[in-house]
Antibody, heavy 116, light 107 residues
Framework: QVQLQQSGAELVKPGSSVKISCKASGYTFTSYDMHWIKQQPGNGLEWIGWIYPGNGNTKYNQKFNGKATLTADKSSSTAYMQLSGLTSEDSAVYFC?????????WGQGVMVTVSS | DIQMTQSPASLSASLGETVTIECLASEDIYSNLAWYQQKPGKSPQLLIYYANSLNDGVPSRFSGSGSGTQYSLKINSLQSEDVSIYFCQQNYDSPYTFGAGTKLELK
């Protein structure tokens, strides 16, 4: 069965970077876009971007240009998102999600807390 | 960016009732619209794609409709497990924006 297993919660300092992972199983990793979505506490969903692991192509929400960097490792079927220059505004839960017709499978989410 | 205006922001309904949630896009999105359900502390789950196609395993009491800029999600015969937040998302043009969500509660 399709599963997206994300890495654990992160507590990071302002100005630092963090890299979170999303390990895919149960399907051909290189054949589907992987999307990333941000959700701040009590808030809605914000689309960050996608990566196509088959060729590494990416598309970003301009709002996250310079903030988020998406990569994928085909050998381990793992997608990554690095967030840099972290501020309190980056404290949120971050989801990865596979896209077929819609975002049909989601990871469990990673809570990133930015605090000194 | 395409703006998705979702209404109402919150909704209270009784068991067995029919409820409708609406999403208005700021431009034509050609039925490239999905609906998601999110329960507290959980990841969103895909209910509907391409405006009116039911995702596998989703109960048939959920249905989607609409075209152009106006879309809706209908839940027939409301069940207790339907208490959730519902989001629409356009996937016509990047960035793939979401509606602000509708919180559905039981009356």
């Amino acid at each position: 069965q399709v599963q997206l297993q994300q890495s654990g919660a992160e507590l990071v300092k302002p100005g630092s970077s963090v890299k979170i992972s999303c390990k895919a199983s149960g399907y051909t990793f290189t054949s589907y876009d992987m999307h990333w979505i941000k959700q701040q506490p009590g808030n809605g969903l914000e689309w960050i971007g996608w990566i196509y692991p088959g060729n590494g192509n990416t598309k970003y929400n301009q709002k996250f240009n310079g903030k988020a960097t998406l990569t994928a490792d085909k050998s381990s079927s793992t997608a990554y998102m690095q967030l840099s220059g972290l501020t309190s505004e980056d404290s949120a839960v971050y989801f990865c999600a596979r896209r077929l017709t819609g975002l049909d499978y989601w990871g469990q989410g990673v809570m990133v807390t930015v605090s000194s | 960016d395409i703006q998705m205006t979702q209404s109402p922001a919150s909704l209270s309904a009784s068991l067995g009732e029919t409820v409708t949630i609406e999403c208005l896009a700021s431009e034509d999105i050609y039925s490239n619209l999905a609906w998601y359900q999110q329960k507290p502390g959980k990841s969103p789950q895909l209910l509907i794609y391409y405006a009116n196609s039911l995702n596998d395993g989703v109960p048939s009491r959920f249905s989607g409709s609409g075209s152009g800029t106006q879309y809706s999600l209908k839940i027939n015969s409301l069940q207790s497990e339907d208490v959730s937040i519902y989001f629409c998302q356009q996937n016509y043009d990047s960035p793939y924006t979401f509606g602000a969500g509708t919180k559905l509660e039981l009356k």
